[in-house]
């Protein structure tokens, strides 16, 4: 899928770059458009590789999560499934909101990361030029203006990406703690009180591996 969805989308795209003169006015009358090159040969490249590694998932887990489902309602009753549902929503909305900052400095990111190739990428073809004039003192300095914006983009960046860290990992210790939250709660009103220490013990098992189950495949698929 990876290859086909490349080959597909990679042709498609370049049949619109080089109709008429596109590539012209692409890389030099728009400047709101950077790198078209890197756009066309990189981000391709990461966004198939990356939804077939998706699609496996996304064929499988509703199945896996509607199994899950079901068995947690079986031993819990309504409040497994609602309490996975519920704890999903929120953990979907506070991942959602730490994420919305990252979106436009990633961009920005990959827009100076293109940039930065390209400077390198002049003075490899102008290599002559440039020593002939002994500009290597000026290309040297201009080559790292760039990369320091780079850098401290990148800064940025992981900055913002440590409080999505710590949302994702905290969510998911605490949905540890949430399974047994739900079925304390049908243990403590007695529904299980016929059972042996055991078989409570085992009961109690095997909904935490329900719910963490159905609760990682909702993540992922988010």
């Known amino acids: ?11 498609s795209l370049h049949s619109a770059y080089f109709q008429g003169r ?3 006015i692409l890389n030099v009358l728009r400047e709101d458009i950077d790198n078209p090159d890197q756009r066309i040969s990189q981000d391709v490249e990461r966004l198939c590789k990356q939804m077939s590694m998706m699609a496996s998932r996304l064929i ?13 309602f079986q031993s819990t009753g309504w ?7 519920g704890y999903f929503v929120v953990g979907t909305i506070a991942n959602k909101i730490l994420m919305g900052p990252i979106v436009s400095t990633l961009f920005e990111q990959e827009k100076l990361e ?3 190739r390209f400077k390198h990428m002049q003075i490899r073809v102008n290599a002559e030029s440039v020593a002939f ?9 201009r080559t790292d203006r760039r990369l320091q914006a780079l850098l401290q983009t990148q800064k940025s960046l992981i900055n913002k990406e440590l409080w999505l860290y ?10 540890g703690f949430l399974s047994y939250i739900i079925i304390a709660i049908p243990i403590f009103t007695g529904i299980y009180d ?6 409570l013990s085992a009961l109690i098992s095997k909904v935490g591996l329900f719910f963490l189950t159905a609760h990682g495949d909702l993540f992922l698929i988010s």
Request: contains cysteine; negative net charge; glycine residues 12%.
């Open 133 to 141: 004039y002994r500009a290597g003192k000026v290309e040297h300095m």
């Open 166 to 175: 710590i949302g994702v990992n905290t969510f998911d210790y605490l949905g």
């Open 60 to 72: 499988v887990s509703p199945f896996t999560i509607s199994y899950y489902t079901y068995q947690c």
């Open 114 to 116: 293109g940039d930065f």
């Open 1 to 11: 899928m990876y290859v086909s969805w490349r080959t597909t989308l990679t042709e």
């Open 79 to 85: 409040i497994g499934p609602v309490s996975i549902f």
């Open 22 to 24: 596109v590539y012209y």
């Open 194 to 199: 016929g059972l042996s220490p055991g078989e």
